[in-house]
């Protein structure tokens, strides 16, 4: 009854071509944005922001842009915390050696420098796919893991191996509250995924989920593998080059070399499999999951009053990750966003289903 | 002939590399030989891996990345059974669960994805690797556990007179060695002589035509699954008498993927020689290579053998996309 498009009509090809064509969805977007931007920093206490908000919104940017890879471009990466990396021991550098540059520079610089070792990770996928490619990322994983652990010039010669970047600072504005921090992210988070939704529905998009949907027949129809692929691999690790740069100067603070390592590959791909491969709202579902779903199983046992030790929760964690990617593909292989989508269909109708 | 100039030159190079510290005198023949051995005991282990993930992808066409995790839980299942009884017994049972854990797989995971692309099937296995190092754990313990095989660790002097210092032997090892042979050959019969064996090539070779024929494709991939339990459970209880039963097992088992890339990912002939091949190069290249960079470049250390064999296998694939043995791969729209 509420959620009807009825009597909204489009007259010109803008109006057809908006991002939300439904006055509704227009109306929850800017509830949304407004509540996020402008409620949750003067209500949330700061351990909700530091445990769950802050990681939340830095791996969803790092979920978008693997989604952009695997879910619009049909690459697959088992390697992508790599990137994370690339983007995380860059920017550290950047503002160790020219400390005068604005983090937003920075941010930007390490996105770029991670999309060039994606492209050079990326060449094996011209000529190999699917399996063979997980296995060429995996390459770039434990490389890279390698590469920052023993290479001193990337830690500034630290003695034990970690580093700590210094404080984050935009024109005066010192981010260091958690609150800030978070606004900032969010205001990151919105742009980013504001530009993918654009590159996904612009010809690249398409030229993406041609690829996917079969290459050799993309091909034929004169879409140049080569581009689409090594574009797929640059946008995707500029985006979770930055997630990187994110992850280590505002959530980790300071980070030891195996910061990146494949757990984080594995759950980035958890992410969009539950959250919905092809979707930017899922990987937003995805990362929100997989970020609640531990700190929930380390609450509620002690809320029903039987507390399990930390080593059981995280046992059960892996169990419960793993169960729930096997059921997620085997029921839903669209993911949270895809029941999401159902809900929206079925409130479109609702009450009158006919 | 033109068109394998890659593979020669890339071939070439690891040979050169193979012979360099011998030629040039770097090192003394004693020690060479004793890398070489040390190289080639790794890689049977490889080998083993390997031939778990080659027998699934061949007759399923499933790229079982569970095969690590179920190393892993193969060999704390034995680790902690053998507490309460004898080592064959608990071998046994293990192997028993291991059967069980195939049916459970085939039944819960495999038979609602049929059909799916490889891709899908690849994260499902990716599930199975979580749940089962998770479930393995809470079941057995996370603690780190020892099999004993009851063979004498302490490395044997041998050849003393041949070379100076003789080279140093591990008799866990050589039976290791001797049991992955073994298998490989038991395998390779049941694979050629049996009814079963000829299904399982049939499955592997076309799914809806072995079906039409009347092979039951569900017992069949039961009947898969079960091996790789098995060559799993040998693989663990070997891996784990020489490295001890922990956490990090599934981890050295991930090294199977370069390997069956190497060697292709249809055949077992391809996993074993991909697995020496990966072994030997990766210990050469961690005793020889390894100092050198490090010098140079200033290194806070080796390790490069954590990631020798994942970049030998993606310069392989840029060369030779279907590995050594593979069959060559064409597309059809």
């Not at chain 2, 079960?226 to 490295?243: D, E, F, N």
Request: proline fraction near 4%.
């Amino acid at each position: 009854m509420l959620y009807r498009e009825n009597g909204q009509f489009k007259s010109t090809y803008s109006s057809d071509q908006q991002m939300l064509p439904i006055l509704q969805d227009r109306v929850l977007m800017g509830a949304l944005l407004v509540a996020a931007f402008v409620a949750v920093p003067l209500l949330i206490s700061d351990y909700v922001f530091l445990s769950l908000l802050i990681p939340f919104l830095i791996l969803t940017l790092a979920a978008i842009g693997l989604n952009l890879l695997v879910g619009y471009c049909g690459q697959i990466s088992i390697g992508h915390a790599a990137f994370m990396a690339v983007g995380a021991y860059a920017a550290y550098n950047l503002s160790q050696r020219i400390p005068q540059l604005n983090f937003l520079v920075v941010l930007v610089l390490a996105g770029l420098i991670a999309a060039a070792a994606g492209i050079l990770f990326g060449l094996p996928s011209l000529r190999i796919k699917g399996l063979y490619l997980a296995v060429a990322t995996l390459a770039a994983q434990f490389f890279m893991d390698w590469l920052f652990a023993r290479v001193k010039w990337f830690t500034n010669y630290s003695p034990s191996g970690s580093v700590s970047p210094p404080a984050i600072e935009l024109f005066g504005w010192v981010i260091d509250s958690p609150p800030e921090k978070y606004v900032f992210l969010l205001g990151v988070l919105v742009v980013f995924t504001l530009l993918a939704k654009n590159l996904v529905r612009a010809h690249i998009g398409r030229e993406w989920m041609a690829m996917r949907d079969m290459d050799v027949a993309a091909e034929v129809i004169g879409i140049r593998p080569v581009y689409a692929k090594l574009t797929a691999f640059a946008v995707s690790s500029f985006y979770v080059g930055v997630a990187g740069a994110l992850w280590g100067f505002v959530h980790l603070g300071s980070w030891e070399p195996l910061a990146f390592n494949l757990n984080l590959s594995l759950n980035l791909l958890f992410m969009i499999i539950i959250g919905g491969m092809g979707s930017l709202l899922g990987s937003y579902f995805g990362a929100a999951f997989i970020v609640a779903l531990p700190i929930l199983l380390n609450q509620v046992p002690a809320w029903l009053g039987m507390p399990i030790s930390t080593e059981m929760a995280s046992h059960l964690e892996f169990m419960i990750f793993g169960a729930l990617i096997v059921l997620f593909l085997i029921v839903e292989p669209h993911g949270l966003a895809r029941l999401w989508a159902i809900g929206k269909e079925k409130l479109r109708l609702w009450p009158f289903p006919h | 002939m033109r068109k394998n100039w890659p593979v020669i030159l890339l071939g070439a190079v690891l040979l050169t590399g193979l012979v360099l510290p011998l030629a040039t005198g770097a090192s003394p023949p004693g020690f060479y030989i004793e890398v070489l051995l040390g190289g080639l005991m790794a890689g049977v282990l490889y080998s083993l891996v390997a031939l778990g993930f080659a027998l699934i992808f061949k007759a399923s066409g499933v790229f079982n990345f569970a095969q690590g995790a179920m190393v892993l839980f193969a060999a704390l299942a034995v680790a902690r059974l053998a507490e309460r009884m004898p080592l064959w017994a608990a071998m046994l049972l293990a192997l028993a669960i291991m059967v069980v854990l195939a049916w459970l797989i085939e039944r819960l995971v495999l038979r609602p994805l049929v059909n799916q692309e490889g891709v899908a099937l690849l994260m499902a296995t990716l599930g199975v690797t979580y749940f089962l190092d998770g479930f393995g754990q809470t079941v057995w313990g996370s603690d780190i556990y020892s099999i004993e095989l009851g063979i004498a660790k302490e490395p044997v002097m041998v050849l003393e007179k041949l070379f100076q210092g003789g080279i140093l032997v591990n008799k866990e090892d050589f039976v290791a060695a001797v049991v992955a042979a073994a298998l490989v050959l038991g395998l390779a019969l049941f694979f050629q002589k049996t009814a079963t064996g000829r299904a399982l090539r049939a499955v592997a070779d076309d799914h809806q035509a072995a079906q039409s024929v009347g092979i039951p494709l569900n017992r069949i991939w039961v009947i898969v699954w079960s091996v790789a339990g098995l060559v799993a459970l040998v693989a663990g209880v070997i891996w784990g008498s020489k490295l001890g039963v922990q956490f990090s097992l599934s981890q050295v088992a991930l090294k199977a993927l370069p390997v069956v890339i190497l060697g292709g990912f249809t055949s077992v002939t391809g996993a074993v020689i991909g697995g020496l091949i990966i072994g030997v190069g990766e210990k050469m290249a961690e005793v020889f290579l390894s100092p050198i960079l490090v010098k140079t470049f200033d290194l806070a250390g080796g390790g490069i053998e954590n990631w020798f064999a994942y970049v030998l296998a993606l310069l392989f694939l840029l060369v030779r996309p279907e590995g050594l043995f593979g069959e060559k791969h064409i597309d059809r729209v």
